[in-house]
C-alpha cells in the first residue's frame, strides 16, 4: 500500500475529487450512476481513508494534533520538538503532504521547485486564490498563504 495514495481507492479518489469540486450527493450519483446512498456509504469510507492517511502522517512526523478534518483533507497540530505549526494535507493530485509553518532556507534547498509546485497544485485543488506573483515566490511564503486560508475556512 502506498502511503502516498494508499487509504482510498482509486474510485473512492474519483468521488472525493467530485466532491472536493463541490458536487452534491444527489449530482455525483447521477454523474456516477449510483444511488445516493451508495455515495453516502462510499463518503463515510472516503473520510475514514483520509482520517487513517492524516492520523498516520501526524504520528510518523511526530505532530500534537489540534485538529482534523478529514471532509477537506486537512489536519493541524504542531511539532513540539521543532517549536513549529504543522499542517497536513491530503489531495487528489499530492497525496499526503506535510508543511512546516515558518521561514525555511528555500532558496539554497534542493526541493525548492517540487514544493513550489506541490502548493501551486494544492492551492488550485483547493480553490485558494493565490496573488499574482505566486509563481515567484517561496514556497515558505506561499505554504503560510495555505495555512492562512485553509485555516480561515
Avoid: H
Avoid at 63 to 88: A, Q, T
Avoid at 103 to 117: F, V
Amino acid at each position: 500500500m502506498s502511503f502516498r495514495f494508499g487509504y482510498l481507492t482509486p474510485k473512492q479518489r474519483k468521488y472525493w475529487g467530485l466532491r472536493r469540486s463541490g458536487l452534491t450527493q444527489a449530482e455525483i450519483s447521477r454523474e456516477m450512476y449510483v444511488t445516493r446512498q451508495t455515495v453516502n456509504k462510499t463518503f463515510n469510507a472516503i473520510d475514514s481513508g483520509v482520517s487513517r492517511a492524516l492520523l498516520e502522517a501526524a504520528q510518523v512526523n511526530r505532530v500534537e494534533i489540534s485538529r482534523v478534518d478529514p471532509k477537506r483533507g486537512f489536519l493541524f497540530g504542531r511539532s513540539p520538538s521543532l517549536g513549529m505549526d504543522v499542517l497536513v494535507t491530503f489531495s487528489d493530485r499530492n497525496g499526503i503532504l506535510t508543511w512546516y509553518r515558518g521561514e525555511g532556507g528555500c532558496s539554497e534547498c534542493s526541493w525548492l521547485r517540487s514544493c513550489k509546485q506541490k502548493l501551486l497544485i494544492e492551492a488550485e485543488d483547493r480553490g485558494i486564490a493565490l496573488p499574482e506573483d505566486a509563481e515567484d515566490m517561496s514556497p515558505s511564503k506561499l505554504s503560510e498563504i495555505l495555512f492562512t486560508k485553509i485555516m480561515e475556512e
